[in-house]
């Protein structure tokens, strides 16, 4: 796949990059190489290989999945204005 420079002007506007003429050229010989890099990344056989979480061999770190408050309601609401049993009060808005 080949860049051409109008393809590097509408990737410059829609990453909102303010790219000179002179500056087209150098960005549209860049995004071709990187290009040319990820095409050869597909030929690569990752045919059995497993995902890893990390370059060097870990078990990912879990935690248990329970369901709690958090311990936190009196820090969450210290700061309301008002307040009634860990819940914050709000004036009323429909009738």
């Known amino acids: ?6 393809t590097v002007r ?9 790219v000179s ?3 087209v050229e150098a960005m549209q010989g860049e995004l071709n190489a990187i290009l040319g890099f990820v095409e050869q990344l597909s030929e690569v056989d990752v045919d059995g290989v497993e995902p890893m979480t990390s370059v060097t061999p870990m078990e990912m770190k879990k935690r248990r999945d329970i369901v709690n408050d958090g ?3 009196d820090d969450i609401v210290a700061n309301a204005p008002v307040q009634d049993e860990h819940f914050f009060v709000v004036p009323k808005v429909v009738e």
């Open 71 to 73: 311990g936190k309601a």
């Open 1 to 6: 796949m080949s860049v051409d420079t109008n």
């Open 21 to 23: 003429d002179a500056e």
């Open 10 to 18: 509408r990737v410059a506007r829609l990453a909102r990059i303010a």
